[in-house]
């Protein structure tokens, strides 16, 4: 058999009932959605393109569970099965063309492909009865293409970065799938309820494309305005939003920062989310002027970049590229593989003091990935067992020197001050 050049991704999805959804080929075998890994593509990204595009289901959360390398009739196919655990949307036949049939069937009643009939069994009979997975990912196979470390997708956007983000909305939803793209929202969500009170809030969610940030606060009683210029990124959230029984606590508004001050038209928030936008934003001053003028006192903003202290690091201990580790110490820009486009390195500590000069107090910081972007064995991370532990010691990690001043992620938190009272 010869060296795998080709790879494909499949994607399992279990309903409360047990039954899996498959789908039948004209040959008259069954298997679970998937298809060819494209050129450029991570496994996990083309498991959500093709699950999309055959189904019309969204995922929300994707595991590994196993790879393989198969023989179809003597050339090597490297494959690749996910685990859904959550999806969005109903799922309907969107190709018939290439399929005769997609339902939900009791995987005991299907017949699969001879060369992948063992791992299937054997992956169903994993899934099915605990909706857990059970298989133990290998630790030596390869890592799926590039870490996000160097390729970091911006959550939200810009108008300038808005048609490269529409060509990889695939690659994105595969990134908020991965293990780091969970830690990333579920981190940015733990430092949030330090600072956020029990009772409801009214939130804007600055470039909050397909709302995932927006739905944690959604589910904890806030009420949440996202504002973005992507049309297919806003209709997700509302889907979302929609089967997370949320729909009425999340609302959209097509737009960019300019567009803050019509959102605030029933009065200002408490609470101004800009995550992942800033380096996309060249007038950072008027970004912080425009979220302070709708942002009540006593009122929060908070802001996520990449940091770029963390490049080098990356660079250095997870890939072994000193060269590049020492360009990337004073270069003023990063290149985003995923969207192809430049950005300016923000500072932090810069950061900190525009949101000082536009009205906020001095913000708290918190650091985001501190550890997960230098560990190379992305295989690990996987694993439920090591997810659990690997977030728990990040939560920890998060507010303790020095390691927020070299995570992947500066969150910084800034409170509006309370009016001054005239007696």
Not at 79 to 86: C, H, L, N
Request: proline share 7%; net charge negative; hydrophobic share 45%.
């Amino acid at each position: 058999m010869s060296t795998p050049q080709n790879m494909f991704a499949r994607v399992f999805v279990v309903d409360p009932a047990g039954r899996v959804l498959f789908i039948r080929d004209h040959s008259g075998y069954w298997n679970v959605p998937g298809g060819r890994v494209e050129a450029g593509e991570e496994p996990a990204a083309a498991a959500v393109r093709e699950l999309r595009e055959e189904t019309g289901l969204t995922v929300v959360e994707l595991v590994r569970v196993h790879h393989e390398v198969y023989d179809f009739d003597g050339v090597a196919w490297a494959g690749y099965f996910y685990w859904a655990r959550s999806v969005a949307g109903e799922p309907v036949l969107a190709e018939p063309d290439k399929a005769v049939e997609l339902a939900y069937r009791d995987p005991t009643d299907v017949a699969f492909h001879p060369a992948t009939s063992t791992a299937m069994a054997s992956l169903v009979s994993s899934l099915v009865p605990g909706f857990e997975p059970t298989i133990t990912v290998g630790r030596g196979a390869a890592i799926d293409g590039e870490h996000p470390a160097s390729t970091e997708p911006a959550d939200g956007r810009s108008t300038a970065g808005l048609q490269a983000f529409e060509r990889h909305l695939d690659a994105f939803r595969g990134y908020q799938a991965s293990p780091w793209g969970r830690l990333r929202y579920e981190q940015v969500a733990t430092n949030l309820a330090r600072h956020l009170p029990p009772h409801p809030l009214r939130v804007v969610d600055l470039g909050g494309g397909n709302g995932l940030d927006a739905l944690q606060l959604a589910e904890r009683g806030h009420h949440v305005t996202i504002v973005d210029p992507s049309p297919a990124s806003l209709a997700e959230a509302t889907a979302l939003a929609r089967e997370h029984g949320c729909a009425e606590r999340i609302r959209t508004r097509q737009g960019g920062i300019e567009d803050l001050a019509g959102a605030a038209e029933d009065g200002p928030f408490d609470v101004v989310l800009a995550h992942n936008v800033l380096q996309y934003i060249p007038d950072r001053a008027a970004a912080f002027a425009a979220m302070e003028a709708v942002l009540a006192p006593g009122g929060m903003v908070s802001v996520l970049v990449p940091n770029p202290a963390s490049d080098a690091l990356i660079a250095a201990v997870r890939r072994l590229e000193l060269s590049e580790a020492i360009r990337l110490l004073d270069a003023p820009t990063r290149h985003t593989l995923t969207y192809d486009l430049e950005v300016e390195a923000l500072s932090p500590s810069d950061l900190a003091a525009g949101m000082v000069a536009a009205g906020l107090g001095q913000p708290v910081r918190y650091g985001v990935r501190a550890v997960c972007d230098l560990i190379a064995d992305d295989e690990a991370k996987h694993d439920p067992v090591v997810y659990a532990e690997l977030l728990r010691l990040e939560n920890l990690l998060a507010d303790r020197h020095p390691y927020p001043e070299t995570a992947r992620f500066a969150h910084l938190v800034s409170t509006k001050p309370e009016a001054t009272r005239l007696d």
